[in-house]
């Protein structure tokens, strides 16, 4: 079974609404964010999120995402793996294939949490 990190904004981490009121994100929440942008700093990551999301039914099966990146299918499984611990794509097991789909909201949420805390 597969933990999956969600990566909205932190709990307890809201963006303060003036700038006296805030904080540094705490290193635990810190760690939640890396998370996100580590899974999206690989660029064989980076193509299978566009590759997916480019899908005319939104999901793509691990068999058609090897020949575009020129890669085999346990290094595909891995990196799509990492991208769904990151909380960016969903997994949906069916027969002996895995299929995936971008999680709606998912990089939005997740560049939304680093500017809310980044811009003044």
Known sequence: MTAQID?????GSQNPQS????VALDPEGAAELAVGFK?????????LLTLIAAEATGE????DLT????LGQPTVSHHLKVLVDAGLLAREKRGTW???SVVPGALQDLFHSLTDWTTP
């Open 7 to 11: 990566c909205k904004v932190p709990q």
């Open 19 to 22: 700038p006296k009121d805030r």
């Open 67 to 70: 020949e575009p990146l020129g």
């Open 39 to 47: 899974a999206l700093a690989d660029p064989n990551r980076l193509t």
């Open 60 to 63: 793509a099966c691990v068999c």
């Open 98 to 100: 895995s299929y995936y």
